[in-house]
């Protein structure tokens, strides 16, 4: 993919600090699942996210943990990219971490998966000596009411807590849980093949010996002796060659896994280079974490015809409303429309997802599309947020991702002019 506005970066001001915030998250994240104590880094929109999991699990009776522990193979150190735009800088920050997924259903497991992977997230802070407007939406980090940068800098409407700048920023704006499954060549498992394969082969020899009609007794009673050795030998033989040809189907599969998607990379290319042209904020990494974001509240709410980012005209299909975790694997434009202002594009997400049905947890790779719409009047906002905007006719502030108008004044709050709504969603 092309990389608007994105650099690698080694002088950014914040990047230990980044460091910091992300491995203070990796905590919260954890006590999220164990102690349903929400992370005090997580932007708003983000939280939403995670409690409509919350709701969805808990409206099919489930209890679902993940614990991030030490990789197994690689290195753990943290990595970090960033992009941004003239007020906030993005940046990416993940590490490859020792993930373990175990789901309850009434107290019983139900689904245990441990397996190597990685942890990012896109964090937003301020740029170097920037400020954003005060009237840039946001819920305050303490009673969660939706206000806006300036009120809460001057105590919160509801609660009357006053925040600094630095207590507002940076903020976890998305997450990317990454689970590569086993790893491809599993030495570990050779010993497993070897010794399947001796005492298969341990019977077969010692009921060949028995028949054999041309031994005498002493010659019999030596083979005998022999068949442990004699089945070790093959079990080394046989074993080997089998994990060897296990593993090689395997990586080949796993391969077709990673490269799902390659066929939609040139109509992304088209597609973002245009957005780019027409909004210069847009760019390939913004549109990828704002569309899976979109994704995950239509997957994780129990009711999601009931978002305000929902314009389906049709029900979300039985198969999509099984899944309660998804993890993203890959994402590409399949078609897109810009007229009279308004942008049309219909997406396929390549995902893992985790899906509940007739009381078991089925891991599959599903394929999905979603079809979004916007309208293309202003440059892209990286600090908009869905559960805490501002009234364009009244300028009070309310959670948009709940209600479609405004609760003061009653107009409808145009949702399309700064945020992508759903129009269709299949699989
Ligand atoms: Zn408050
Ligand atoms: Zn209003």
């Known amino acids: 993919m092309d990389m608007h506005n994105f650099e690698l970066t080694s002088k950014l001001p914040n990047r230990c600090e980044g460091k910091k915030q992300y491995t203070r998250f990796v905590k919260e994240f954890s006590d999220w ?20 999991q919350k709701q969805k699990l808990q409206s099919f009776g489930l209890d679902m943990q993940l614990k991030f522990g030490k990789p197994n193979t690689s290195d753990a150190r943290p990595a970090l990219l960033s992009y941004e735009d003239s007020v906030f800088e993005n ?28 942890l990012s997230v896109v ?14 939406g946001m819920c305050c980090p303490n009673c969660g009411s939706p206000s806006t940068i300036g009120r809460l800098m001057s105590g919160c409407e509801f609660c009357g807590t006053k925040f600094l700048m630095d207590e ?24 497993k093949y070897i010794l399947v394969c001796a005492l298969v082969f341990l019977p077969i020899y010692i ?27 093959i079990g080394v033989m046989l074993g080997t ?6 593993n090689a189907i395997r990586s080949v599969m796993l391969m077709g896994k990673t490269a799902r998607g390659g066929s939609t990379v040139l109509k992304s290319l088209i597609f973002c280079n245009k957005m780019h042209e027409l909004d210069p904020t847009f760019s390939t990494e913004y549109f990828r974490d704002r569309s899976t974001s979109l994704l995950k509240f239509m997957l994780y709410s129990p009711q999601p015809q009931e978002l305000a980012i929902c314009r389906c005209k049709k029900p979300v299909p039985e198969k999509l409303r099984e899944i309660v975790d998804i993890t993203y694997g890959n994402s590409g434009v399949n078609k897109y429309k810009i007229r009279n202002g308004v942008c049309d594009v219909s997406l396929t997400f390549y995902t893992d997802s985790l899906h509940y049905h007739r009381g078991k947890i089925i891991s599959k790779s599903d394929k999905i599309h979603i079809s979004l719409r916007k309208v293309i009047k202003k440059p892209t906002d990286l600090g908009f947020s869905l559960t805490a905007v501002s009234c364009p006719f009244c300028s009070a502030s309310f959670d948009a991702a709940k209600v479609g108008e405004c609760p003061f004044c009653g107009n409808t709050y145009p949702l399309e002019e700064n945020e992508w709504v759903v129009t269709d969603i299949r699989i």
């Open 123 to 136: 964090m937003q802070d301020l740029k170097y000596g920037s400020a954003p407007s005060p009237d840039t």
């Open 91 to 118: 940046y990416i920050v993940g590490a490859n971490k020792h993930i373990t997924t175990t789901i309850r259903s009434s107290g019983k497991e139900i689904y245990s998966r441990d397996e190597d992977g990685g």
């Open 33 to 52: 699942y164990a102690k349903g104590k929400m992370s005090e880094l997580v932007s708003r929109d983000t939280r939403f996210m995670l409690e409509l």
């Open 241 to 246: 060659g089998a994990w060897f040809f296990v």
């Open 207 to 233: 009921l060949l010996n028995l028949f054999r009609a041309d031994i005498g007794g002493a010659e019999r009673i030596t083979n005998y002796i022999y068949a442990v050795p004699a089945a070790l030998i």
């Open 168 to 191: 507002l920023y940076p903020k976890v704006m998305h997450i990317f849980v990454e689970r590569r499954g086993k790893p491809v060549f599993d030495t570990k498992q050779i010993k």
